[in-house]
């Protein structure tokens, strides 16, 4: 690539990331041991490169073809897809969102950069310079390429633990992005006792997040933005409460955004967004916190991206009337500016969801009444699908082959999940392994900066990683037994990661007999292996009956009426749960009356 902001043009991408500095920045804002920088991951050279030769080929063909920026995009997808458990990525619409809530920025910081999401998102310009620093050398020098190939920004990346060791310490940025590890206990609490950027008081062992709301507050010129993504129990914490009092008083923290659970790992608990601004000296404080409250705008699960426009568009248009006029009116439900005098009790509890009212009803009655009425009819449709009581038999025992010889022998194709930032053109849906678990129509969408890339490109042979009718796509970890025949209302997506796509031959095997006796639960227990925390399905281990095409299709009927059942089984649940949350909100908020 050209190496933009990367040092000279010819220069290796990994010999831009420094180590932990030992001297003051020198004057191109790469810091390093000796005023220089050093390389902190290992660059092959030509000797070692020989055995690679094909794949490097491959590469160059490839970038030659879709360009350096999508090339790249797909194979930081694919080493990520092969180290799932390893980092904490950020998906796009929050990485939008917090880059969005800090504005246009000269200079932007993100001190736990991991793979570049959150810089990626920045509206970037030739006069700007973006700073990342990772503790893992490869992710600091992931970071700074893919920012090099996606921005016409300076980049300057370096690999430290920046707690322990700020390779940016005379950086005074405009703005701070950040994604913070969490629940760290081994974050330098006893070494960085006296360290001068903890302003607003020396954060507990137990508060790792608020050292690093204070680092970004110490790295940003006065007046500047910083916006980080919080776990909810920094708003409440005991431990915490001193640090998140000075921080009121001092007007450094201007707003705190209840994000939906789902909307980023880890994905069981609906995380913050804090906004915070360095205080001008001499300036008043601001009055007032803004408190925001988005899981009502939010699918029951935040994961779905054709959920999160909605609430991105609130929480930006609440926080730049608030930026802009230091107040808004109150938004039951969603928003709220709340005193600091308020907020200054024995607690300092800052959850948006303690301090807001609860939102004006939605419909009200009427819309319960057709809650009621639509789950009557599904109650309906369950028990007219309800399966016939099982008549007892011999067991019967017929021979078996596996998936993997029925691929062997061309009876199906395999396939595996790449991700949502791979797929055919024209392809804008993702299958996520949550929509088959759930049995939802596919919520994940293609990265846009990656759509164009080919099937060719990702070394597949003929049919591209997107479903079609008659399709059966399972999960391969988390131990579940799931298998899903893919309908005309989900074909066309591009299948995501975790999800293993079988294409039977329909001369040769039923769709529905196949997904049937691929969720069968011993069948599953005997195709998994098992790590310490997680299992994995060896797809081409389970078995199923040889039968001829007729035999498997008294089979595939049965299978298909479960699934008919097991979908009106879905919907009534989450009907009657609607109903009862529905009914439980308006008598408790008065709205309706208990007779």
Same mark, same amino acid.
């Given at each position: 690539p050209g190496g933009a902001g990367l040092g000279a043009a010819t220069a290796p991408p990994a010999s831009t990331v420094t180590p932990a500095p030992t001297a003051a920045p020198t004057a191109s804002g790469v810091p390093g041991a000796g005023g220089g920088s050093r390389r902190v991951v290992f660059v092959p050279d030509g000797a070692q490169l020989l055995p690679s030769i094909p794949l490097l080929r491959g590469v160059a063909e490839l970038a030659a073809e879709l360009g350096a920026r999508q090339t790249y995009e797909f194979l930081i997808g694919r080493y990520i897809d092969a180290n799932p458990r390893q980092y904490t990525l950020t998906p796009a619409g929050p990485a939008d969102l917090t880059a969005a809530l800090a504005g246009a920025a000269p200079t932007v910081l993100d001190p736990a950069c991991g793979t570049g999401a959150l810089l990626r998102a920045v509206a970037t310009r030739p006069d700007q310079c973006l700073y990342g620093q990772d503790s893992a050398p490869e992710l600091a020098a992931l970071a700074a390429l893919r920012l090099a190939l996606h921005s016409d920004a300076t980049v300057r990346g370096a690999a430290a633990d920046t707690l322990r060791a700020d390779a940016f310490g005379e950086v005074r940025a405009d703005a701070v992005l950040c994604h913070p590890p969490f629940n760290e206990r081994n974050w330098g609490h006893d070494e960085l006792a006296y360290d001068p950027r903890w302003e607003y008081g020396f954060p507990a062992r137990t508060e790792s997040e608020l050292a690093w709301v204070q !680092?970004?507050?110490?790295?940003?010129?006065?007046? %500047?933005?910083? =916006?980080?993504?919080?776990?909810?129990?920094?708003?409440? #914490?005991?431990? $915490?409460?001193?640090? +998140?009092?000075?921080?009121?008083?001092?007007?450094?923290? +201007?707003?705190?955004?209840?994000?939906?659970?789902g909307a980023a790992p880890p994905y069981n608990i609906p995380l913050h967004v804090w906004v915070l601004r360095r205080p001008v000296p001499g300036a008043q404080a601001s009055p007032e916190l803004l408190l925001v409250e988005t899981a009502g705008l939010a699918a029951a699960d935040g994961r779905d991206r054709q959920? &999160?426009?909605? =609430?991105?568009?609130?929480?930006?248009? =609440? &926080?730049?009337? @608030?930026? #802009? !006029?230091?107040?808004?009116?109150?938004?039951?439900? /969603?928003?709220?500016?709340?005193?600091?005098? *308020?907020?200054?009790?024995?607690?300092?509890?800052?959850?948006?969801?303690?301090?807001?009212?609860?939102?004006?009803?939605?419909? $009200?009655?009427?819309?319960?009444?057709?809650?009621?009425?639509?789950?009557?009819?599904?109650?309906?449709?369950?028990?007219?699908?309800?399966?016939?009581?099982?008549?007892?038999?011999?067991?019967?025992?017929?021979?078996?082959?596996?998936?993997? *010889?029925?691929?062997?022998? $061309?009876?199906?194709? /395999?396939?595996?999940?790449? $991700?949502?930032? =791979?797929?055919?053109?024209?392809?804008?849906?993702?299958?996520?392994? !949550?929509?088959?678990?759930?049995?939802?129509e596919p919520s994940g969408t293609v990265d846009p900066l990656v759509a164009p890339l080919q099937e060719s490109?990702?070394?597949?042979?003929?049919?591209?990683?997107?479903?079609?009718?008659?399709?059966?796509?399972?999960?391969?970890?988390?131990? %579940?037994?799931?298998?899903?025949?893919?309908?005309?209302?989900?074909? %066309?997506?591009?299948?995501? +990661?975790? /999800?293993?796509?079988?294409?039977?031959?329909?001369?040769?095997?039923?769709? &529905? @007999?196949?997904?049937? @006796?691929?969720? %069968?639960?011993?069948?599953?227990?005997?195709?998994?292996?098992?790590?310490?925390?997680?299992?994995r399905l060896d797809v081409r281990r389970l078995r199923l009956p040889r039968l001829p095409l007729d035999g498997q299709r008294g089979y595939g009927e049965r299978f298909r009426a479960l699934a008919a059942f097991e979908d009106t089984l879905r919907l009534a649940g989450r009907l009657g749960e609607q109903l009862v949350r529905g009914l439980h909100d308006g008598l408790t908020d008065g709205t309706l009356p208990p007779e």
């Open positions: !680092h970004a507050l110490a790295r940003l010129r006065d007046g %500047g933005t910083a =916006v980080l993504l919080m776990p909810p129990a920094a708003a409440s #914490r005991r431990s $915490g409460r001193r640090v +998140r009092a000075d921080l009121l008083r001092r007007g450094a923290l +201007r707003a705190v955004i209840a994000l939906p659970a959920a &999160w426009p909605p =609430v991105q568009d609130a929480v930006l248009d =609440v &926080w730049r009337r @608030f930026d #802009r !006029h230091g107040t808004v009116d109150e938004r039951p439900g /969603l928003a709220r500016c709340v005193p600091v005098l *308020e907020l200054l009790d024995d607690e300092v509890d800052l959850a948006p969801a303690r301090r807001l009212p609860p939102p004006a009803a939605r419909g $009200g009655a009427a819309e319960l009444t057709a809650v009621r009425e639509r789950l009557g009819d599904a109650v309906r449709r369950t028990a007219d699908l309800m399966p016939p009581p099982a008549e007892p038999g011999d067991a019967v025992r017929l021979p078996v082959t596996t998936v993997g *010889e029925l691929a062997r022998s $061309g009876a199906l194709l /395999l396939r595996t999940g790449t $991700g949502s930032g =791979v797929s055919a053109p024209g392809v804008t849906r993702v299958l996520t392994e !949550h929509d088959v678990l759930a049995g939802t490109a990702v070394g597949e042979t003929g049919d591209s990683v997107v479903t079609r009718p008659g399709d059966v796509v399972i999960p391969v970890s988390g131990g %579940g037994t799931a298998a899903r025949v893919i309908d005309e209302a989900s074909a %066309g997506a591009a299948l995501g +990661r975790g /999800l293993t796509l079988l294409r039977p031959d329909p001369a040769a095997l039923d769709p &529905w @007999f196949l997904a049937g @006796f691929l969720r %069968g639960t011993a069948n599953n227990r005997q195709a998994s292996s098992y790590a310490s925390t997680a299992a």
